[in-house]
Each structure stands twice: as C-alpha cells, then as structure tokens.
Nanobody, 126 residues
Framework: QVQLVESGGGLVQDGGSLRLSCAAS????????MGWFRQALGKEREFVAA????????YYADSVQGRFTISRENTKNMMYLQMNNLNPADTANYYC???????????????????WGQGTQVTVSS
C-alpha cells in the first residue's frame, strides 16, 4: 500500500516562495511516476506538474510554467515542488500523486494516478 504525505504548505505573501514536499512509503519509489495537483475552493482539481519514473521528462501547467519546478530524490523517497513568484491565483490545496510505471496514461490527467496524499494548503495573500 503506497502512502503519500505532503508538507510545506502555509501562508505566503504575493511574490513569495514555498517548497512543498511529498514523502512516499510502501512501494519502490523509483518505479512510480509522480505528479502535483491542486484544488481551489469550489473548483475542480487541476494539474500542476509531473515527473516520469525515469526522471527525464517533466510536465507543467501553463499557469505555473517558469515559476514552479518539480523534482525527486529517489534515495530519499521524496518529491518536491519549488514554487516561486506566487500569486493569489495559486491559493489551493496541493496534492501529490503517484502511479506505477506499468500504467500507461497522460501524467497531466488526474485520472491517471492511483495514489494520492491528503493535501497541504497553500494560501497566497493579496
């Protein structure tokens, strides 16, 4: 049973930065592709960033391209999302997700993923 736990959320001012972390357990981390999604109040969960299991392909939503960076450290079973130049539109609950490499699908789609964390809240003040 794969378990994912996010951390690093909080309150930040417009233009500030945060780094989110996702700790994985219960599986072989290096054979899972990973993604970040977010859900604002009253809205659908949307794609933010993803990193394939090999770590050689990254994907970003247009809204965060150039501001956010996804990365992973397989030896630590950790995934990260560095968020820079935050603005109030980034306010949301952020979720990490994983899917085994054998499952084919678009890593930009939330329906591709099998495992989800509980989320961590990011609030950017106006």
């Amino acid at each position: 049973q794969v378990q994912l736990v996010e951390s690093g959320g909080g309150l930040v001012q417009d233009g500030g930065s945060l780094r989110l972390s996702c700790a994985a357990s219960g599986g072989t981390f290096g054979i899972y592709s990973m993604g970040w999604f977010r859900q604002a109040l009253g809205k659908e969960r949307e794609f933010v960033a993803a990193l394939d299991w090999r770590g050689d392909s990254t994907y970003y939503a247009d809204s965060v391209q150039g501001r956010f960076t996804i990365s992973r450290e397989n030896t630590k079973n950790m995934m990260y999302l560095q968020m820079n130049n935050l603005n109030p539109a980034d306010t949301a609950n952020y979720y990490c997700a994983s899917v085994h490499r054998n499952i084919r699908g678009d890593l930009r789609s939330r329906n591709t993923y099998t495992y989800w964390g509980q989320g961590t809240q990011v609030t950017v003040s106006s």
